[in-house]
């Protein structure tokens, strides 16, 4: 007997500040005004996504001591983008990243409850941990934190704001106009936490939101970043799409949830992906092709190499071989601003493979790079992309994808007008959204329905 | 536009400011949490052609008394995040301008900086900010990072020094803020596709802000915002905050009971405008009054009357607090415009009420005069303000 087909979720990831992006095709429009990112989200919605996801990043990259110049620079805040979003659209998930070393959890847990209820309960936080002093420079607490803290303070600050959330049940306001009783309790959303990183008190002002807390995602992927997602988030935002990567990233985290009393439905895995689609399977191939060299120019192809080589390597040709002296393992001095990867905290043994690949390939900087760098996870016609979409969702390579098109904000239309019509006719994708909120869309228990003990254990 | 026009904000805080206003039949206390009761206040404001509306923010519950909760039930407590709101109600407005608090004393520049350029991305150029100071222990205690001492008695040399430092701090603020969005000049983003470069980074700075409290190293992840600075304001009640508006605002708020006093802080104003080397710059400096608006002039004061037995004492303000007909209302303005306003922020006692008051009786009533506009003439909240959009003070001249 063959187990029921799993539901696909689906998610698009706006397309900004990272090395996918092709901003020089003449398709490409602003990443920064609210015209692209309300068609991006009007077009996800239309599609029947779960939600739309945003990146951060609060500094801009730097190399060499410059800031970094080739891929789209500049970013709006997160908070105030999905704000307005809630406007334009109202099913659609609005989840942004926001960082837990650069923030306090007072203010974050009442921008998110108030996203929450501008919503309608259609808020997500995907909880990052980047902690450098590079990036603390923009703060006043001038905050960084050792790099073994980034969790602790992650979990305490999760925690926290879950303080926050729940110091309001839902039933304090009144607002009896003939009794003149606008508030049930005078101590609704009081709260006292002490801890290793936080010594707060008082009284959260925000009452409870729809959804009762925003739904909480996980990105990082060491071995305390698994543990994090396992005890604490709702889904994970992973690099893993490839089919056996997926799997062993699925199990592996999946395995993890029994220690803290959860079934495996209360965490999904859900991969950035990128796509090429076309009319046929071949030029399919052919605009893939055309994207990676649009994607990897040879001058980015050599700064790509620095984040790893930690040199200057200006002087290479990148039309040629790899460096043949090795990567300086001192502290990055090249490459700032970048997330931590961990291809990148052991670059003698990158460097090593690399060039042993390039080698057998007789590959030049830039083929390496193609190669090596964002392969697009899903190549082909309409008909082929969701079949492998599917094979890997029901394969357990993850329960989804989040979608990071290379072309802002339209790169998501022929997805949504081809590709989903066919997922829905295999009966794995939703024709209608499941309700108003997006615990809905992504099968979550809302929080007062599942006792919290099993959660959060430290 | 008359020369001679007046410009006017609403300011929006819950169900209004007369503390019993959410047992108005008007008042939908039970929406204040939803996008559509803000949204139906802003569309109001708009329809009257507001140049602007504030929106209220706290980093604690709301209270009665000045430094401390006070545990109250029979009042509006509980509030959203003001810049949240502001950009929620964007793309359902066309033209007003959108202002909503930040709380400096406790949020990070970096954050408010690009939360205001992008709200001025999502509204096309409408955005401003409202910057307040707090000196509330108990919100102190929220974020855990400092300790602000009690205040005791006002005008002990302590407290004045605590007062001027957060005063002080805010300044900072404002800097740090404005510089940031400097960072970027406006033609940066090149896209030159032959040499691979999206960003000319020449055209994008490090703020290096260095101040008593904090340090800023910038440049912005955001982009320069459209109005290139975005309007910054400010509510004074004394010579420190005055020297803030002075120093660092694009409009400040006053609160003078009588025309007399009007001119006086206008006139102190402007010596620290003078004083602050501002002097050429144009500086709005409104009125703030709440506002009791009837057709009748002793139905406004009935309803003031019964409002006040609802919460059991006479309303205070540290406003004016006008009762009357739109028409006396427009008299009053008239006379506050000699005394050197610019223009008004209104803050209306039950805002169900009171916001409909102004928009179709107050603004008819000024337009007959010629004192205010009859159709939007700019795109702009600082076009609204006959503010020019900003040079970069890094580009190269
Ligand atoms: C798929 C993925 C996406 C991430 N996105 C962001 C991001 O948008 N902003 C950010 O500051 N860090 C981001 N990070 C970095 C993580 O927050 C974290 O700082 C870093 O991965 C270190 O955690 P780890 O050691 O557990 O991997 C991302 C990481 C992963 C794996």
Known sequence: MSKPLKQIHLAAHFPGVNNTTVWSDPEAGSHIEFSSFAHFAKTAERAKFDFLFLAEGLRLREQGGKIYDLDVVGRPDTFTILAALAAVTEHLGLTGTINSTFNEPYEVARQFASLDHLSGGRSAWNVVTSWDAFTGENFRRGGFLPQEERYSRAKEFLATTQELFDSWHGDEILADQASGVFLRDAKAGSFVHTGQHFDIQGQFNVPRSPQGRPVVFQAGDSEEGREFAASSADAIFSRHATLEGGQAFYADVKNRLAKYGRRHDQLLILPAASFALADTDAEAEELARIVRRQQVSGATALKHLEFVWNRDLSSYDPEGPLPDIDPDVSENHISKGRAQVRMYRDPLATAREWRELAAANNWSIRDLVIHTGNRQNFIGSAETVARTINEYVQADASDGFILVPHITPTGLDAFADKVVPLLQEQGVFRTEYEGPTLRHQLGLAHPDETPAEGRLAS | ?397
Do not use: C
């Open chain 2, 1 to 397: 536009m008359s020369p001679s026009s007046l410009h006017l904000a609403v300011a929006l805080d819950g169900t209004g400011w007369h503390p019993a206003s959410w047992r108005e039949p008007v008042a939908r206390p039970r929406e204040l949490f939803t996008a559509g009761y803000w949204a139906d206040l802003v569309a109001e404001a708009e329809r009257g052609l507001l140049d602007f509306v504030t929106i209220e923010d706290g980093l604690g519950p709301q209270s009665s008394r000045f430094l401390d909760p006070d545990e109250r039930t029979d009042q509006v407590r509980g509030r959203l995040d003001a810049v949240l709101i502001a950009s929620r109600v964007a793309p359902l407005t066309r033209h007003i301008g959108l202002v909503p608090t930040a709380v400096v004393t406790h949020t990070e520049p970096f954050h408010i900086s690009k939360a205001i350029a992008t709200l001025d991305y999502v509204s096309t150029g409408r955005a401003g900010l409202r910057v307040q100071i707090t000196a509330r222990p108990n919100e102190a205690a929220h974020f855990g990072r400092r300790t602000i001492p009690r205040i005791e008695a006002y005008d002990s040399p302590e407290s004045q020094e605590l007062v001027a430092d957060l005063f002080d701090e805010a300044a900072d603020y404002v800097e740090a803020v404005r510089r940031l969005w400097d960072s970027w000049e406006d033609d940066a983003e090149i896209r030159d596709a032959d040499t691979g470069r999206f960003i000319d980074r020449d055209k994008l700075h490090y703020i290096d802000f260095e101040g008593k409290h904090f340090s800023v190293k910038g440049p912005s992840i955001t982009p320069r915002p459209p109005q290139g600075q975005p309007l910054v304001t400010a509510l004074g009640h004394q010579t420190v905050p005055y020297r803030l508006i002075a120093r660092q605002a694009d409009v400040g708020y006053i609160t003078p009971q009588d025309t007399d006093q009007a001119r006086a802080i206008v006139a102190e104003i402007r010596a620290e405008q003078e004083a602050a080397g501002r002097a050429d710059g144009l500086l709005h400096v409104f009125g703030d009054l709440v506002v009791f608006l009837d057709d009748d002039p002793a139905e406004a004061a009935a309803r003031r009357d019964r409002l006040d037995a609802l919460a059991g004492e006479p309303y205070q303000s540290d406003a004016r607090v006008f009762t009357g007909t739109p028409t006396q209302l427009a008299d009053l303005l008239g006379e506050f415009r000699s005394a050197g306003l610019t223009g008004f922020r209104l803050r209306p006692a039950v805002l169900g009420h009171d916001l409909p008051a102004i928009t179709r009786g107050l603004v008819p009533e000024l337009q007959r005069r010629g004192a205010f506009r009859t159709a939007y003439e700019a795109d702009t909240l600082r076009g609204l303000l006959g503010l020019a959009r900003p040079a970069n003070r890094y580009a190269a001249a």
